[in-house]
């Protein structure tokens, strides 16, 4: 999602830039330095709601996405027959081609979500930060903007950035518990055999993300989730001062019940 087309930005740039401009134009155009801030403002805003919009996309497909597969099983057949065995194989294979095709669905949307909100939270110099300090031609009423807008990025942030924090933790949690009852419906299933169905359902699965021990785990998905905090006690991320008594009370709870699920998990 953008609020401008790309070409109109670049001819705000060209604009800022062009030397070759008329008084008048002059007069009322914007100098370099406020266009570079205003177009890295519009780039922050809309990837936040980039970011919204991909978690959107990965609730929709993790509230659509079943736990749990059909299996029939064959009674056609005696049991410790040939044919029964045949049959039974044919069922399993079936049963394992689609949870394995649910669960690369679900783990595919919720990388592109994750991926999306940590472009947020790990923005170089911090999301929506200005910089831009006074302005060059210093008077009362430049001053007086720049302390308003000032006040305006602030607030954003202070709204924007707790609520991705939140949307993020939902989204490594609520997959950690998605994951958990993909796994358990195996295991009410195949009883003992679980262990050969799950490898059958895991096999190579395409899942390229560095640092993830198995995305059938659940496990894996909690740790990623109480990486957050490294996330929100970063200072280079400055999200902490962003957030109030109770968005952090609430941070840290969720942080140790995450804690709590992994060890008994």
């Known amino acids: ?18 030397e070759d401009q008329d008084e008048n134009t002059r007069k009322y155009a914007l100098n370099s330095d406020q266009v570079e801030h205003s177009i890295a403002e519009h780039e922050a805003l809309a990837q936040f709601l980039d970011a919204h919009s991909a978690y959107e996309s990965w609730k929709e497909t993790i509230s659509a996405a079943p736990s749990s597969a059909p299996f029939f099983r064959d009674r056609r057949f005696a049991e ?11 069922e399993i294979m079936k049963y394992a081609k689609r949870k394995k095709e649910i669960a690369k669905n679900v783990f ?14 790990h923005c170089e ?30 607030m954003l942030r202070s709204k924007c950035l ?12 609520d997959t950690a518990h998605w994951v ?13 055999k ?25 496990s894996t998905w909690r740790r990623r989730a109480l ?11 400055d999200i902490a001062d962003c957030m109030s008594k109770g968005d952090l009370s609430l941070f840290m709870n969720l942080m140790a019940d995450t804690n709590i699920d992994l060890m008994l998990k």
Not at 182 to 188: A, I, N, P, S
Not at 194 to 207: E, Q, Y
């Open 194 to 218: 679980k262990d050969s169905i799950l490898s059958r359902i895991i096999g190579n699965v395409d899942f390229d993300s560095e640092g993830v021990s198995s995305p059938f785990k659940s």
């Open 80 to 90: 410790s027959t040939t044919e029964n065995e045949i049959a039974m194989n044919m």
């Open 162 to 173: 707790p609520m991705a924090v939140f949307l993020m933790f939902r989204v490594l949690n």
């Open 227 to 237: 990486l957050l905090s490294n996330t929100v006690a970063s200072a280079d991320n």
């Open 180 to 192: 958990d009852e993909f796994t358990e419906d195996v295991v009410d299933i195949f009883q003992e």
């Open 125 to 154: 110099r911090g999301w929506l930060y200005s910089d831009q300090g006074q302005s060059t031609n210093a008077n009362s009423q430049n001053d007086d903007e720049h302390s308003q807008r000032t006040k305006e990025m602030d």
């Open 108 to 121: 595919k949307v919720t990388e592109v979500t994750r991926d999306s909100l940590m472009k947020v939270l």
């Open 1 to 18: 999602t953008r609020f401008l087309p790309v070409d109109v930005v670049q001819g705000a740039i060209k604009l800022a830039t062009d």
